[in-house]
T-cell receptor, first 113, second 115 residues
Framework: DTAVSQTPKYLVTQMGNDKSIKCEQN?????MYWYKQDSKKFLKIMFS???????INETVPNRFSPKSPDKAHLNLHINSLELGDSAVYFC????????????FGQGTRLTVV | AQSVTQLGSHVSVSEGALVLLRCNYS??????LFWYVQYPNQGLQLLLK??????LVKGINGFEAEFKKSETSFHLTKPSAHMSDAAEYFC?????????????FGQGTILTVHP
């Protein structure tokens, strides 16, 4: 009964490949996010969806394409992976409103070799 | 625009000692402030949040934080550190409705607790 679940937890792949990370939340929230945590542990938002609509796109390369088939799911597809894409990617969700906290998944550690 | 600065990337304390992790924010609108904790190889867990009600906020695991508007600070404290508190702590700010719920994080502070 994990609130926000991501798969896979670990992903090792070669440069140039295409990969996807899946995220699902069972909290009934209407907003979902992707955050990237780099090697220095710095967390930065990438995308946000509200009721399946993209509302934040933080100057992320076009190789990254989020997709939200319904408000409980937000997937991240990455084309032509580069070494610099190696990071931990976190999915999160919240129930709208600025005073509500975000709930985070366990993260997906992506390593590009 | 919002920003967060956490003073001190590493803090080391002895078990039983006071924990103080510093966070200063910048926000053009009344902020909502959060502290999250991250244990190794895990996601972020909410410790506490400030949402303009009480300025002294109590969270889980004995942590609390005080919002000081005049100092633009939201420092995290715990009276007595426990070995299990060793983790990385992140302060985050969320702005007004136009931020669409986006969290802006500080750089994180690694807390080490010595026996």
């Amino acid at each position: 009964d994990t609130a926000v679940s991501q798969t896979p937890k670990y992903l090792v792949t070669q440069m140039g490949n295409d990969k996807s990370i899946k995220c699902e939340q069972n909290l009934g929230h209407d907003t979902m996010y992707w955050y990237k945590q780099d090697s220095k542990k710095f967390l930065k938002i990438m995308f946000s969806y509200n009721n399946k609509e993209l509302i934040i796109n933080e100057t992320v390369p076009n190789r990254f394409s989020p997709k939200s088939p319904d408000k409980a799911h937000l997937n991240l597809h990455i084309n032509s992976l580069e070494l610099g894409d190696s990071a931990v990617y976190f999915c999160a969700s919240s129930q709208g409103g600025s005073n509500t906290e975000a709930f985070f998944g366990q993260g997906t550690r992506l390593t590009v070799v | 625009a919002q920003s967060v600065t956490q003073l001190g990337s590493h803090v080391s304390v002895s078990e039983g000692a006071l924990v103080l992790l510093r966070c200063n924010y910048s926000s053009s609108v009344p902020p909502y402030l959060f502290w999250y904790v991250q244990y190794p190889n895990q996601g972020l867990q909410l410790l506490l949040k400030y949402t303009s009600a009480a300025t002294l906020v109590k969270g889980i695991n004995g942590f609390e934080a005080e919002f000081k508007k005049s100092e633009t600070s939201f420092h995290l404290t715990k009276p007595s550190a426990h070995m299990s508190d060793a983790a990385e702590y992140f302060c985050a700010v969320r702005g007004g409705s136009t931020s669409y719920g986006k969290l802006t994080f500080g750089q994180g502070t690694i807390l080490t607790v010595h026996p």
